[in-house]
T-cell receptor
């Protein structure tokens, strides 16, 4: 079945540590996205990538880093510079390009907690 | 002021009732409007999208857009307990989500009481 897989589902991080969240898709989508969801804030865009080896900052990129070495994969690293990392992280993908495209497919999310 | 405003709720209604969920927006560039449903601890899934003023119906769901008032609504008829979820509106200036980032509302948490 095609879809987006995020792992792990739950992640605990100690203060000062970097952690990497995995996102893999087998939909052959060009574009991939990372969102952060907090209560009362909705979804906020962290980073997005429209093509392999290229990515752009979203609205809240500080304290995060990404890579896009393969079309299928878009890992997100939450660095120690992110002051308030506890949140629900969602990865999404879409076909991108110039064709009609309104649907973003989301993964099931990773809940990150700083302990 | 946020570009997209959505009442966070929570909203509780009895089973079988008609539910009305709403968003307002301030950016005239938004032309395409989507509703996502998100169950607890899951990723959002697309319910409906529309790009013209007026109504679009899909089963028990109707999406309504009023561009002159910058106001969109989602109506759920004959609501079921399985409709209990958070509903997020999202908007885009163009058809191409790959080139424009979606702007989301904060979501409305809906509970249907059996």
């Amino acid at each position: 079945d095609g879809g987006i897989t995020q792992s792990p589902k739950y992640l605990f991080r100690k203060e000062g540590q970097n952690v990497t969240l995995s996102c893999e898709q087998n939909l052959n989508h060009d574009a991939m996205y990372w969102y952060r969801q907090d209560p009362g804030q909705g979804l906020r865009l962290i980073y997005y990538s429209q093509i392999v080896n290229d990515f752009q900052k979203g609205d809240i990129a500080e304290g995060y880093s990404v890579s896009r070495e393969k079309k299928e994969s878009f890992p997100l690293t939450v660095t120690s510079a992110q002051k308030n990392p506890t949140a629900f992280y969602l990865c999404a993908s879409s076909s991108g390009g110039r064709q009609f495209n309104t649907e973003a497919f989301f993964g099931q999310g990773t809940r990150l907690t700083v302990v | 002021q946020k570009e997209v405003e959505q009442d966070p709720g929570p909203l509780s209604v009895p089973e079988g009732a008609i539910v009305s969920l709403n968003c307002t927006y301030s950016n005239s560039a938004f032309q395409y409007f989507m509703w996502y449903r998100q169950y607890s601890r899951k990723g959002p899934e697309l319910l409906m999208y529309t790009y013209s003023s007026g109504n679009k119906e899909d089963g028990r769901f109707t999406a309504q857009v009023d561009k002159s008032s910058k106001y969109i609504s989602l109506f759920i008829r004959d609501s079921q307990p399985s409709d209990s979820a958070t509903y997020l509106c999202a908007m885009n200036p163009s058809l191409n989500f790959g080139n424009e980032k979606l702007t989301f509302g904060t979501g409305t948490r809906l509970t249907i009481i059996p």
